[in-house]
């Protein structure tokens, strides 16, 4: 199974990025896709979250309504649609997956996931 990230990019604070996670080798229909991210010298955070089943999805504390996970099963992608834009969101941002059905306060940990994609890197700035 590969996850190849895509979408990162130079933006100005305010503005919006659309980040994008194909998977191949491997069909997902029940686990769960993430996004996290690592800002340099700092540790991995959780940014989102759709259980796949169900398409509920989860975010950070941070996030604050500027951020949408969703699917394409059609395409086995998950994206992350980023608004509002801040210089702090600055970081590479990863997708991963998770084959089990986690509930909400443990798909919040990186360690339950089992895909990681290569990572994509995000700065907001002037």
């Known amino acids: 199974v590969q996850l190849q990230a895509s979408g990162g990019g130079l933006v100005q604070p305010g503005g919006s990025l659309r980040l994008s996670c194909a998977a191949s080798?491997?069909?997902?229909?029940?686990?769960?896709a993430g996004w996290f991210r690592q800002a340099p010298g700092k540790e991995r955070e959780f940014v989102a979250a759709?259980?796949?089943?169900?398409?509920?999805?989860f975010y950070g504390d941070f996030v604050k309504g500027r951020f949408t996970i969703s699917r394409d099963s059609a395409k086995n992608s998950v994206f992350l649609q980023m608004n509002s834009l801040k210089p702090e969101d600055t970081a590479v941002y990863y997708c991963?997956?998770?084959?089990?059905?986690?509930?909400?306060?443990?798909?919040?940990?990186?360690?339950?996931?089992?895909?990681w994609g290569q990572g994509t890197q995000v700065t907001v700035s002037s």
């Open positions: 759709i259980r796949l089943s169900d398409r509920n999805t």
């Open positions: 991963a997956v998770a084959t089990r059905n986690w509930i909400s306060s443990a798909l919040r940990d990186s360690i339950r996931y089992d895909y």
């Open positions: 080798g491997r069909a997902f229909s029940s686990g769960v």
